[in-house]
């Protein structure tokens, strides 16, 4: 079971990247995407489910951010816009094949399943 991440760079502010996670399997439930920033804890950023429940946002990236995946269920997606220095940080793609209770989706706990990463920059 693999998840790879890639897309990242480095953008300067209000500008755009587009992330993508490639999962190993496609019985995955619910995925998302969490941060972690220099020196702070990791940060749920988004939620999706494959009963098409949501998706969810963090309110930090809420209205600029939006989570996919693909027909076959196999990629994950981060479309991020007008991105801000803030949103520097190590992206990471995240997977549970149970239904994550949406009151727990930004508990970590919750997804046994990581990619390795993917760094993006935003300078201002």
């Known amino acids: 079971v693999r998840l790879v991440e890639s897309g990242g760079g480095s953008v300067q502010a209000g500008g755009s990247l587009k992330l993508s996670c490639v999962a190993s399997?496609?019985?995955?439930?619910?995925m998302a995407w969490f941060r972690q920033a220099p020196g702070k804890g990791r940060e749920w950023i988004a939620s999706i489910y494959r009963s098409l429940i949501g998706p969810y946002y963090a309110d930090s990236v809420k209205d600029r951010f939006t989570i996919s995946q693909d027909d076959a269920k196999t990629t994950l997606f981060l479309q991020m816009s007008s991105l801000k220095p803030e949103d520097t940080a190590m992206y990471y793609c995240a997977a549970s094949v149970e239904v994550v209770p949406i009151l727990r989706r930004a508990d970590q706990e919750w997804y046994p399943y990581w990619g390795q990463g993917t760094q993006v920059t935003v300078s201002s």
């Open positions: 399997q496609n019985f995955y439930r619910t």
